[in-house]
């Protein structure tokens, strides 16, 4: 079902989403309420999808935010997406033009949820600080896509770059329970320059095992984007080497050992965000992996 609601009011949206509880089998079961703010230039048709997916496991209350821009008159047009290719959550997408474009969370204040957690996504370009943002005040979780700023970090923050080597981070850590559980002396992980996750992989290493993580430049390529690319830890008996193989594939070295192949496919924004969603709590370790990068020794690119 879908239902457009052109230059529309806050009042008006609240009264057609209960009038679909009313009339309708959508039940009234959602266990967050989860707004995503999207700019002008984001491939809505994505970020809806990616949504949706996520929200198979959380069925939400969907806020979608479109800044319009500068328009000659102000308002709000919605559209109400219920049942059908959005599943168990309900959409409500709104553009915002004029004034209304500054004001956002006096326009979502009515719609949210009551007694629920609320999270707020940033697809792309997020603010400097999300936790003092008008909308970010609003919610318990703020997950961004976005280049890292540690000194704005507050408690609730996270970033997609993050999930995204939830899978990895496993592995490392199963590597350093092999026998022999040696300390680790040193750290050398190299991957793409501009890449969030390895910054935070770096982070995590330095902040985990206390010891030097040299974080270098590759130029080694795979087809695909999975990250980080490789991995040395010292150890007295041997390195541990881990890198990417083939783009779902991730090789293991350890001492006296043959090589481990190991699978991992890239992961969807859909899943990064499923997972985020699961833990509305402060994410302790991802603000240590943040705090963890400035101990990181930044290499120069090889040549």
């Known amino acids: 079902m879908i239902i457009d609601l052109p230059n529309t009011t806050t009042r008006d949206i609240a009264a057609s989403l209960q009038h679909i509880h009313e009339t309708t089998a959508q039940t009234t079961g959602r266990v967050l309420t989860l707004i995503v703010m999207a700019g002008r230039g984001d491939d809505l048709p994505e970020i809806i999808h990616a949504t949706t997916d996520a929200s198979w496991e959380h069925p939400s209350r969907v806020l979608v935010l479109i800044d319009g821009g500068s328009a000659p008159t102000a308002g709000v047009d919605a559209e109400i997406r219920v049942g059908g290719t959005v599943g168990a959550s309900e959409f409500v997408i709104m553009t915002l033009r004029g004034e209304v474009a500054a004001h956002a969370n006096a326009v979502v204040t009515p719609l949210l949820l009551p007694d629920t957690p609320i999270v707020v996504w940033w697809p ?87 010891v030097p993580v040299h974080r270098g430049v590759s130029t080694h390529e795979i087809s695909g984007d999975l990250e980080p690319c490789e991995l040395r830890l010292e150890r007295v008996s041997g390195p541990i080497t881990i890198h990417n193989r083939s783009h779902s594939t991730v090789s293991v070295r350890m001492p006296q050992l043959p090589e481990s192949l190991v699978a991992m496919n890239h992961r969807s924004v859909a899943d990064c965000l499923a997972e985020e969603l699961r833990h509305l709590d402060p994410d302790v370790t991802y603000a240590e992996a943040l705090e963890g990068i400035s101990s990181v020794i930044f290499e120069e690119e090889e040549k």
Do not use: F
């Open 124 to 210: 792309s370009e997020a603010p400097e600080c999300p936790s003092q943002h008008p909308v970010g005040r609003l919610a318990q979780r703020r997950i961004t896509d976005a280049p890292l700023r540690p000194e704005s970090y507050a408690p609730g923050d996270s970033d997609l770059a993050w999930a995204r080597i939830t899978q990895w981070r496993g592995i490392v850590a199963s590597s350093l329970d092999s026998y022999p559980q040696e300390e680790v002396s040193a750290v050398e992980i190299k991957g793409p320059k501009h890449s969030p996750s390895i910054d935070l992989a770096a982070g995590w290493l330095a902040c985990r095992l206390g």
